[in-house]
């Protein structure tokens, strides 16, 4: 599984250390909510909510730099709009890897 990195936050905040740690900041302040949201949403069996979900969090795996992963949960965003959940498994352990990577970037 590819892993999550911080080159695009540090090409966009060059050497703007105030900036980078504001973007990182945000991104541990709306991960953990954007996650429970989904997995709220998936497991109430709410697969559009889910979709909307997975729209917003793609933008996070795409940051942190999972260009495989941006392309699985574009796939998956889709299948959940038609109510089809079997790449859940798949999105989820995305997300653990995501949550454990930021949880442990020092700011």
Same mark, same amino acid.
């Given at each position: 599984m590819?892993?999550? #990195? %911080? &080159?695009?936050?540090?090409?966009? !905040?060059?050497?703007?250390?105030?900036? $980078?740690? /504001?973007?990182?900041?945000?991104l541990?302040?709306?991960?953990?909510?954007?996650?429970?949201?989904?997995?709220? #949403? %998936? &497991?109430?069996?709410?697969?559009? !909510?889910?979709?909307?979900?997975?729209? $917003?969090? /793609?933008?996070?795996?795409?940051?942190?730099?999972?260009?495989?992963g941006?392309?699985?949960?574009?796939?998956?965003?889709?299948e959940?709009?038609?109510?089809?959940?079997s790449?859940?498994?798949?999105?989820?352990?995305?997300?653990?890897?995501?949550?454990?990577?930021?949880?442990?970037?020092?700011?």
């Amino acid at each position: 599984m590819e892993q999550p #990195n %911080l &080159n695009y936050i540090v090409e966009l !905040a060059g050497n703007d250390e105030i900036f $980078k740690k /504001k973007f990182i900041n945000i991104l541990k302040s709306e991960f953990p909510n954007e996650k429970k949201e989904f997995l709220d #949403n %998936l &497991n109430n069996n709410m697969p559009r !909510a889910a979709s909307l979900n997975v729209h $917003k969090i /793609k933008h996070k795996i795409s940051v942190l730099g999972l260009e495989h992963g941006y392309e699985r949960a574009s796939v998956f965003e889709e299948e959940l709009r038609d109510g089809i959940t079997s790449m859940a498994e798949e999105f989820i352990a995305l997300l653990e890897c995501m949550d454990h990577f930021i949880k442990n970037i020092k700011v």
